[in-house]
T-cell receptor, first 111, second 115 residues
Framework: GEDVEQSLFLSVREGDSSVINCTYT??????LYWYKQEPGAGLQLLTY?????DMKQDQRLTVLLNKKDKHLSLRIADTQTGDSAIYFC???????????FGQGTELSVKP | GAVVSQHPSRVICKSGTSVKIECRSL??????MFWYRQFPKQSLMLMAT?????????EQGVEKDKFLINHASLTLSTLTVTSAHPEDSSFYIC???????????FGAGTRLSVL
């Protein structure tokens, strides 16, 4: 079945770049997403990418998509302490809109 | 834009009571809303898909009589946890999908504690 995998933890120093990786199995996914969740809060949509794109940049965020390897990454430039949160990647499962989430990567930014 | 309001943010109730959670899309119409449950340090588990004007579609293992879903308008879906028990204590999150777009926007979540 469809599956999305992420590493569980990432620790970086303030000012460094963070790269969060994700792999997925459904080659028919049309959209792939990155969401951010702060403690006790809902999910905030950070960015998304269409499956026919290789890269998308939005200010400090860069998303790279390798369809051949079914690999998605989120790069956060100049990481700040306010970026500390859990980051979920998700793929859209068919046109019905159901999302399949990864386990979430906990990003810890140290001053 | 694309704001989803979820209410209440936190509720504490006695075992056996029912609790209603509301999910509203404030500035867009949503023919489809989704209800998730999240356990501590875990990912989101989809409970059901709520379609405006029709019955909700429940995921395997989710009791439809236990978790009643109503999607009466294009901007409002409700989840009622009936006869809540301590094992129903969890973080419940809703999302709304914009009409004609494959983007889901999430509410802030509801922390349910059943004593």
């Amino acid at each position: 079945g469809e599956d999305v995998e992420q590493s569980l933890f990432l620790s970086v120093r303030e000012g460094d770049s963070s790269v969060i990786n994700c792999t997925y199995t459904d080659s028919s996914s049309t959209y792939l997403y990155w969401y951010k969740q702060e403690p006790g809060a809902g999910l905030q949509l950070l960015t998304y990418i269409f499956s026919n794109m290789d890269m998308k940049q939005d200010q400090r965020l860069t998303v790279l998509l390798n369809k051949k390897d079914k690999h998605l990454s989120l790069r956060i430039a100049d990481t700040q302490t306010g970026d500390s949160a859990i980051y979920f990647c998700a793929e859209a499962y068919n046109q019905g809109g159901k999302l399949i989430f990864g386990q979430g990567t906990e990003l810890s930014v140290k001053p | 834009g694309a704001v989803v309001s979820q209410h209440p943010s936190r509720v504490i109730c006695k075992s056996g009571t029912s609790v209603k959670i509301e999910c509203r899309s404030l500035d867009f119409q949503a023919t489809t809303m989704f209800w998730y449950r999240q356990f501590p340090k875990q990912s989101l588990m989809l409970m059901a898909t709520s379609n405006e004007g029709s019955k909700a579609t429940y995921e395997q293992g989710v009791e439809k009589d236990k978790f009643l879903i109503n999607h009466a308008s294009l901007t409002l879906s409700t989840l009622t946890v009936t006869s809540a028990h301590p094992e129903d204590s969890s973080f419940y999150i809703c999302s709304a999908r914009q009409v004609n777009k494959n983007i889901q926007y999430f509410g802030a979540g509801t922390r349910l504690s059943v004593l």
